[in-house]
C-alpha cells in the first residue's frame, strides 16, 4: 500500500473534515491494534494526564460550573445517607440485579452514593466543554476507573459473594485465587471468560459440511455442500476477519449463518486466512488483497460463472474494499455481483471511543514494534477488545472466577472470542497507515495492487450491516460506507452489539430487531430518528436480497470443487486449527 499526491476528495460529510478530521481518522479496529501492539499491562487505558490536564483547564475555566456540580454531589451524598436518595441503576445493569441492593439500608446507601459520584463525574467532563478526541479520552478513562471501583467488585460488599463465603466457609476464595494466579501467568492477564473445555472445531463448532478446495500460503478455500437439489445460479465468497478465525460465520448448528445460507439454496464458499508467523511478516494490503481476487477467481471457474458476490466482514471488509476498488481502477468490476459490508467501517472519522485513544507517534511505535516481531500477537488484542466493555468482558469474570470461584460459562462465541490468531507486521502497518490518512474515504489517496483505489467507482449493489450496540466498529462510521460505494445501497442496523449482529439467526423466542432502508441519506442520526423498526432477525431480509441477484435455480453440483480445483481435505481445514 502507498499514499500519491492526488488531493481530491469525495463532496461529502463536510463537518468532519472542517473540524480536522483527518487528525482524528482512526478506526477503533485499528487503534486497537496500535493499542495491542504496545502492550503494557494496561496502564495507558487508564493514565490519561493530557486529558486530565485539558479537564482541569476547563473546568477552572468555569469555576461556577464546577462549585455547582460539587454542591450537586454533596448534596446527593448528603440524601443517599439520609436514606432519601432516589438514584437507581439503569434497568439493564446486571452488577446490582440482586435484591440486597434495594433492601439492605448499608448496601443501598453505599451503591446510590456510588451512582451519585459516577453522575458527577460525567457531569464535570461535560462541564469542561472539551473537543471530541479529548472528551473521549477522558471519558474512557474514567469510565474504567470507576467500573474497577464499583461495590460489585469487592467481597465484603458484594452481597452474592458474601453469602458464598458464609456457605462455602471461604473455599469459594481460595479457589478463585488458584485460578487468580493462573490467569495472571500469561497474556492477555486477564480473567478466563469461557469453559473451552466444552468445545472444538469439527465436533460442535464449524459443522457445516463442505471441502478445501484450493490452499495457498495465505489462505484455504472451502466450498460447502449444498443442502437441496437446487441452487442459485450465482455463488457467495464469504471474506473472514484477518484478527479471528473464520467460524464466527459457522459456528454452531442452528447459528451458524453458512448453514442458513446454504439451507436457502444459495452457493457458499469461504476463505480460511491462515495463522500468520514470524516467516509471514510481509505479508500485506495487497497480499491479502490479491489472494481475495484468486479466491473470486476459483469459485467462479468452480461454478462456471462471471460474477460473484463476495461477502466481508470487518477487517475482511477494509481488505476486500481495496480489492473492488483495484478491479474498478483496471475495468473488471464485472467480476462481482455484489458487495456484503459486515460491521465494517470504510470511512474512519471520529470513528468512537478507541479512535480518541492514539496518536501518531504511538501508532508508530506499534507499527515498529510488530515489524521487530513480524506479527501482531492476538492475545494482547484480546485484551484491548476486553477493555473496551470492562463491565461485561472483565470484572463480571473477576467476581464469578475469583470471588465465586465458579467455572466461566461454555458460551461458543466466547470460545471463539479467546481463540485469537496472529495478525501479520505488514498488515498491520498497512492498516495503521490506511487509518492515519483515512485513505478509503479519500479518492486516489491509497493504492492497490499498483492502481488508486475511488470506492465511489465500485458501483456494484451493496449490503451494508451494522450493530447499534457496537463498541469496535461504531454504526455511524459503517452506514458512511453507503455515500462512499457507489450504486444502490441497502443497510440494515440491528440492535445488537459487534458479535451478536452477525449471529443473529430466526427465531420466534428473540427479542432481536433491525432497522433497513434503501439508498440511505448522507445524515445517518436523521435517518435513524424516522426508521421504522422490523421484529425478528434480518437474515431473511439479506436471504431475499441476495436471491433476487443470483440469477436462477439451478442443479446443484453432485461433487465439490472441480477439475482444477479439487477437494482435498473436510471442512473447516487445517489453517483454522493452526495454532
Not at 453522575?119 to 477522558?138: F, K, N, P, Y
Not at 516467516?279 to 476459483?298: C, W
Not at 501508532?363 to 484480546?382: N, T
Request: proline residues 6%; neutral net charge.
Amino acid at each position: 500500500m502507498t499514499a500519491n499526491s492526488k488531493s481530491s476528495n469525495r463532496d461529502r460529510d463536510a463537518a468532519e473534515h472542517s473540524i480536522g478530521a483527518r487528525a482524528a481518522a482512526r478506526s477503533a479496529l485499528d487503534v486497537m491494534l496500535t493499542d495491542a501492539a504496545l502492550d503494557d499491562g494496561g496502564l495507558r487505558r487508564f493514565v490519561k494526564p493530557r486529558a486530565a490536564a485539558r479537564v482541569a483547564a476547563g473546568l477552572a475555566r468555569r469555576p461556577d460550573r464546577l462549585a455547582t456540580r460539587l454542591a450537586d454531589l454533596g448534596a446527593e451524598l448528603a440524601r443517599a445517607l439520609a436514606g432519601r436518595s432516589e438514584q437507581a441503576p439503569a434497568p439493564g445493569d446486571k452488577r446490582f440485579s440482586d435484591p440486597a441492593w434495594s433492601d439492605n439500608w448499608l448496601l443501598r446507601r453505599l451503591l446510590q452514593s456510588y451512582l451519585a459520584t459516577v453522575q458527577a463525574v460525567d457531569g464535570l467532563i461535560d462541564d469542561a466543554a472539551l473537543d471530541w478526541r479529548t472528551e473521549r479520552q477522558a471519558r474512557f478513562a474514567a469510565g474504567n476507573l470507576l467500573d474497577g471501583l464499583a461495590p460489585t467488585n469487592f467481597p465484603l460488599t458484594n452481597p452474592v459473594v458474601l453469602r458464598e463465603i458464609v456457605d462455602k466457609g471461604g473455599a469459594n476464595l481460595i479457589l478463585g485465587g488458584r485460578r487468580f494466579v493462573q490467569d495472571m501467568s500469561s497474556s492477555p492477564r486477564l480473567p478466563a471468560s469461557v469453559d473451552t473445555s466444552k468445545f472444538e472445531l469439527g465436533e460442535n463448532l464449524a459443522l457445516s459440511p463442505g471441502s478445501v478446495v484450493l490452499r495457498t500460503e495465505v489462505f484455504e478455500l472451502i466450498h460447502y455442500r449444498p443442502a437441496s437439489k437446487t441452487v442459485r445460479e450465482v455463488p457467495l465468497l464469504f471474506v473472514p476477519p484477518t484478527i479471528n478465525r473464520f467460524y464466527i460465520l459457522d459456528i454452531s448448528p442452528g447459528r451458524s449463518v453458512v448453514e442458513h445460507l446454504v439451507g436457502a439454496g444459495q452457493q457458499v464458499f469461504l476463505v480460511s486466512w491462515c495463522n500468520p508467523g514470524a516467516e509471514q511478516g510481509h505479508f500485506d494490503l495487497d497480499t491479502y488483497a490479491r489472494s481475495v481476487l484468486e479466491a473470486r477467481a476459483a469459485v467462479a471457474e468452480i461454478t462456471a460463472q462471471p460474477a460473484v458476490h463476495i461477502n466481508a466482514a470487518c477487517s475482511g471488509g477494509i481488505i476486500t474494499a481495496a480489492a473492488l476498488g483495484h478491479l474498478a481502477a483496471t475495468g473488471s468490476l464485472a467480476d462481482v455481483a455484489s458487495l456484503t459490508l459486515w460491521v465494517c467501517a470504510l470511512d474512519n472519522a471520529r470513528a468512537g471511543t478507541a479512535a480518541a485513544l492514539a496518536t501518531r507517534e504511538l501508532a508508530a511505535a506499534a507499527v515498529a514494534e510488530s515489524a521487530r516481531k513480524g506479527y501482531l500477537d492476538g492475545r494482547a488484542l484480546a485484551g484491548v477488545f476486553a477493555w473496551l466493555r470492562p463491565n461485561d468482558l472483565i470484572w463480571n469474570y473477576v467476581v464469578n472466577n475469583y470471588m465465586l470461584g465458579k467455572d466461566p460459562p461454555a458460551f461458543d462465541i466466547l470460545y471463539w472470542n479467546q481463540d485469537s490468531v496472529r495478525l501479520a507486521a505488514g498488515l498491520h502497518r498497512d492498516f495503521v497507515h490506511l487509518a492515519l490518512e483515512n485513505a478509503l474515504a479519500r479518492p486516489g489517496v491509497l493504492e492497490a495492487l499498483g492502481t488508486p483505489v475511488d470506492l465511489g467507482a465500485v458501483d456494484v449493489d451493496s449490503y451494508i450491516v451494522a450493530g447499534v450496540k457496537d463498541h469496535i466498529v461504531p454504526w455511524e462510521n459503517a452506514y458512511r460506507s453507503t455515500q462512499l460505494l457507489g450504486g444502490s445501497t441497502r443497510f440494515v442496523l440491528s440492535t445488537s452489539g459487534h458479535i451478536q449482529a452477525l449471529v443473529n439467526p430466526p427465531d420466534p423466542a428473540s427479542r432481536a430487531s433491525y432497522r433497513v432502508v434503501d439508498d440511505a441519506p448522507p445524515d445517518p442520526h436523521a435517518w435513524l430518528a424516522h426508521a421504522d423498526m422490523k421484529r425478528g432477525s434480518w437474515w431473511p431480509d439479506y436471504v431475499e436480497w441476495l436471491g433476487a441477484r443470483s440469477g436462477d435455480l439451478t442443479a446443484a453440483p453432485k461433487s465439490l470443487g472441480s477439475r482444477a480445483h479439487r477437494a482435498t481435505a473436510k471442512a473447516p481445514g487445517s489453517y483454522v486449527r493452526a495454532a
